[in-house]
């Protein structure tokens, strides 16, 4: 009787369902960091290092070309023509209609680049408006990218590769995006980062994940050594 009680308590903790698989870089369950969404957003994206110094930029001067990104704008529209692609006065009487019901005439259209490879299509040329209206439609239709909001910035990533092009940043409940400086665009040439600065971004993340990251070539092999080195070593004793 002993015995088949024994076996039966054993057999119960076969039996235990196993725990879902956690997540180190979201710190969510369901998946493992291998697998995780967030991962391919992390690569290749440099930026300044002070918060202030974006929200800085955003004021640096009244003639910048600062493109409010707008999600109910069906058009892109700059009150200016400068920059604008072979402009060409529309056919009729063309108007912008506004959620006050208010209309204002369209001058010309016509196609701009907005930086990097990012470009404009189909732009309205509204003299009379007061500020430049990016539409997050056309431009995640014409480019293949994604807008991603948070506080107080917002990203323009590609939709393949999750590169980040370009940073803005939140101006009286506004995003803004100031196409005048590079410090809020990504580097395409940026410098792989270390093995420190990944370990601290991902929270102090297994061997496994760095070592899937130089693989993904978000590492250099030089920065993956003392990593393997490290693994190998012991915790010492506290004093």
């Given at each position: 009787?002993?015995?088949?009680?024994?076996?039966?308590?054993?057999?119960?903790q076969?039996n235990?369902?196993?725990?879902?698989?956690?997540?180190?870089?979201?710190r969510?369950?369901?998946h493992?960091?291998?697998?995780?969404?967030?991962?391919?957003?992390?690569?290749?994206?440099?930026?300044?290092?002070?918060?202030?110094?974006?929200?800085?930029?955003?004021?640096?001067?009244?003639?910048?070309?600062?493109?409010?990104v707008?999600?109910?704008?069906?058009?892109?529209?700059?009150?200016?023509?400068?920059?604008?692609?072979?402009?060409?006065p529309?056919?009729?009487?063309?108007q912008?209609?506004?959620?006050?019901g208010?209309t204002?005439?369209?001058s010309?259209?016509?196609?701009?680049?907005?930086l990097?490879?990012?470009?404009?299509?189909?732009?309205?040329?509204?003299?009379?408006?007061t500020?430049?209206?990016?539409?997050?439609s056309?431009?995640?239709e014409?480019?293949n990218?994604?807008?991603?909001?948070?506080?107080p910035?917002?990203?323009?990533?590609?939709?393949?590769?999750?590169?980040?092009?370009?940073?803005?940043?939140?101006?009286?409940?506004?995003?803004?995006?100031?196409?005048?400086?590079?410090?809020?665009?990504?580097?395409?040439?940026?410098?792989?980062?270390?093995?420190?600065?990944?370990?601290s971004?991902?929270g102090?993340?297994?061997?496994d994940?760095?070592?899937?990251?130089?693989?993904?070539?978000?590492?250099?092999?030089?920065?993956?050594?003392?990593?393997?080195?490290?693994?190998?070593?012991?915790?010492?004793?506290l004093?």
């Open positions: 009787m002993k015995s088949s009680s024994i076996n039966c308590t054993k057999g119960n076969h235990r369902p196993l725990r879902p698989p956690h997540c180190q870089l979201c969510t369950q369901g493992y960091a291998s697998t995780c969404p967030t991962l391919a957003s992390y690569a290749n994206f440099v930026a300044s290092s002070d918060d202030n110094l974006a929200h800085a930029q955003c004021h640096s001067s009244t003639h910048a070309p600062y493109w409010y707008d999600s109910g704008a069906s058009d892109h529209m700059t009150a200016s023509p400068d920059g604008v692609l072979n402009p060409t529309p056919k009729g009487n063309e912008v209609i506004f959620g006050n208010k204002l005439p369209v010309h259209t016509g196609n701009m680049k907005l990097g490879s990012l470009n404009l299509n189909n732009v309205l040329v509204v003299p009379n408006i500020k430049n209206l990016l539409s997050i056309k431009l995640t014409h480019n990218v994604d807008v991603l909001f948070s506080y910035n917002f990203f323009i990533q590609d939709r393949q590769t999750k590169r980040v092009l370009a940073r803005g940043c939140r101006e009286e409940g506004l995003y803004v995006l100031n196409t005048n400086h590079e410090a809020l665009v990504a580097s395409p040439s940026c410098p792989k980062a270390s093995y420190e600065i990944w370990h971004r991902l102090h993340v297994s061997f994940i760095i070592t899937m990251l130089q693989k993904l070539g978000h590492l250099s092999v030089t920065s993956i050594r003392p990593l393997a080195q490290r693994h190998r070593m012991k915790y010492g004793t004093d």
